[in-house]
């Protein structure tokens, strides 16, 4: 589903305002063949609360699957 | 005791339910959406996957859109506060709990009722109809009445508030869990659930599903997002979960829809009609008895009926049969609007609501206690 470049190994991040999207986004991204968390720096997103799903994989594949499922990201780190 | 009051609460928790609920204190106790430690997490996913395992049951858009409340009563003000305006118009049924009737009465000016008739589906729905203004906002009904047990035709008043462009609310506390309710099939925007009954669940966790936005929330706080903000979020579900959420009973929910899917939804159905069929034909049989709705039938009715006899208070009949160890609801159900349309606002009702789990034993020896009367 996600090209296998060298970049695919690093992690990357999408800040989401609640757990339930967060979880929601972690499974759609797992189901979608991609190795994902979910985690909680709230100092690093600096967006008050939120949770983040962490990835490794091709960003901007991840990103278009969660904006197609409306799952809102608020910062992509 | 033989407990004929499900309509209430469902009398008997399956051990799984009770089970799972146990496992909940025992090994989830950390605060979903609150941290980002491994435990708060693992409680997250699992809330997560009772959000799920109700969204598939009721056909819903998915698990984000399923928000957990204090019960059935909580959901439903969300709905009616949340999204109405004093001057909306709003069509409600004749059969209304006071869980839509009261908050209603307090948000808007206008409201109509609508005719359910017992035996006729199109006349209901005709009645529906003949009262929609150009200010109708929204329909809100109950899914099965909590003291006649009749079926609202949901579909066919989803479909006309799809034609029309009016939002369609269901309170389902009565059907949820026990009747056919699809969320998509029926066009239904806002479905509140009271899981604790249908879904032999405990009690204290209501549940909303909203496919359609919530402009306004009538309770606010802290709910794990936004915290550097003085404004509430409107965004389903956390929006609406302000507080912690009862984290045992959201596990007691999921696993009473497990059981319910593993005996099948329509078997429970089915059994528990034909045993109010079987407490329907014993009580027209006797001449003191007073009944208020035609022989329940599948589809149109949920194992739910209420009688009266004659001469008699429907507490004095409650009380003699709690004395002969039989549980039963007289009074007024929480129903201004059905026992003024039954025309039992002075006396009351019995109330009936049998479980698929009642014994044949059990059966004869409620007949055997009624024939007293």
Not at chain 2, 188 to 203: R, T, V
Not at chain 2, 315 to 321: G, H, S
Not at chain 2, 327 to 349: I, N, P, Q
């Amino acid at each position: 589903m996600f090209s296998k470049g060298v970049d695919d190994k690093l992690e990357h991040k999408f800040v989401i305002g609640s757990i339930t999207y967060a979880i929601r986004g972690r499974d759609i991204l797992r189901n979608n063949g991609f190795k994902a968390r979910v985690e909680r720096k709230t100092s690093e997103y600096k967006s008050g609360c939120g949770y983040a799903v962490v990835f490794e994989g091709d960003l901007e594949t991840a990103e278009r699957i969660l904006k197609n499922a409306n799952i809102k990201i608020t910062k992509t780190i | 005791m033989i407990y004929l009051d499900n309509a209430a609460t469902s009398g008997i928790k399956p051990q799984t339910v009770i089970n799972a609920v146990e496992r909940s204190m025992k090994l989830l106790s950390a605060n979903p959406g609150r941290g980002g430690h491994k435990p708060s997490v693992t409680v997250a996913t699992e809330v997560y996957k009772v959000r799920e395992k109700i969204s598939n049951f009721f056909n819903a858009s998915g698990p984000q859109n399923v928000a957990f409340c204090a019960n059935c009563t909580h959901a439903i003000n969300f709905v009616i506060k949340g999204v109405l305006n004093e001057n909306d118009h709003v069509i409600i049924s004749d059969l209304e709990h006071n869980a839509v009737l009261r908050p209603l009465n307090k948000t808007v000016k206008d409201y109509s009722k609508a005719t359910v008739f017992f035996d006729d589906n199109k006349k209901t729905l005709e009645s529906f109809r003949s009262l929609v203004k150009d200010n109708t906002k929204m329909i809100i009904c109950t899914a099965a009445s909590n003291v006649t047990g009749r079926v609202l035709p949901l579909k066919a008043i989803g479909e006309m508030c799809k034609e029309k462009g009016i939002l369609f609310a269901v309170d389902a506390a009565q059907g949820g869990g026990v009747i056919p309710i699809d969320i998509k099939e029926m066009n239904i925007d806002y479905l509140c659930l009271a899981p604790h009954k249908g879904f032999f669940a405990p009690m204290g966790t209501g549940v909303l599903i909203a496919e359609k936005p919530i402009n306004n929330t009538i309770i606010e706080g802290g709910n794990g997002m936004n915290s550097l903000s003085v404004n509430q979020n409107t965004d389903l579900p956390e929006g609406f979960e302000s507080g912690t959420v009862s984290v045992p009973n959201i596990m007691g929910i999921g696993a009473g829809i497990d059981y319910v899917n593993k005996i099948g939804r329509e078997k429970i159905y089915v059994k528990e009609m034909r045993i109010i069929n079987e407490f329907y034909d014993h009580l027209s049989k006797n001449d003191k008895v007073i009944l208020y709705t035609p022989r329940p039938k599948i589809g149109e009715f949920a194992p739910v009926l209420s009688f009266n006899v004659s001469g008699k208070s429907s507490e004095e009949v409650a009380d003699f049969l709690d004395k002969n160890g039989i549980a039963v609801r007289g009074g007024f159900h929480c129903s201004l609007c059905a026992h003024e349309k039954l025309g039992t606002a002075d006396v009351g009702a019995v109330r009936l609501s049998p479980s698929f789990s009642l014994t044949q034993n059990e059966l004869l020896r409620s007949l055997a206690v009624f024939k007293k009367f």
